[in-house]
């Protein structure tokens, strides 16, 4: 089993950047592909990013790309999201999530990761 909680969330004007963190605690976090999703308020949780175990993979939602960097750090046990050039559909509650590793990494569907953290709020101002 691995524990996952986020943090780093707040306030940011639109154009401005936050990096949220997510500290893994249980297994070795290098057993698990990683990942990020967000959900806005009436809508479903959505994906944002995914990272392979080894950091050397990744993968975004179209929606992020080229404006936000998913990393891992395993010695440290932490997962980031740098999110720069915000936008006000940017808010919304993110969430790290991991799976077990496997020989893939590009997983983008809720359903496919087992852990979850509780979540931290991310609000773009106009």
């Known amino acids: 089993q691995v524990q996952l909680v986020e943090s780093g969330g707040g306030l940011a004007q639109a154009g401005g950047s936050l990096r949220l963190s997510c500290a893994a605690s249980?297994?070795?976090?290098?057993?698990?592909?990683a990942g990020w999703f967000r959900q806005a308020p009436g809508k479903d949780r959505e994906f944002v990013a995914t990272?392979?175990?080894?950091?050397?993979?990744?993968y975004y939602a179209d929606s992020v790309k080229g404006r936000f960097t998913i990393s891992r750090d395993n010695a440290k046990n932490t997962l980031y999201l740098q999110m720069n050039s915000l936008k006000p559909e940017d808010t919304a509650v993110y969430y790290c999530?991991?799976?077990?590793?496997?020989?893939?990494?590009?997983?983008?569907?809720?359903?496919?990761?087992?852990?979850w953290g509780q979540g931290t709020q991310v609000t773009v101002s106009s």
């Open positions: 999530a991991a799976r077990a590793r496997t020989g893939s990494y590009a997983y983008d569907r809720k359903s496919e990761y087992e852990y």
């Open positions: 990272i392979s175990w080894t950091g050397t993979g990744t």
């Open positions: 249980g297994r070795p976090f290098s057993r698990w592909v």
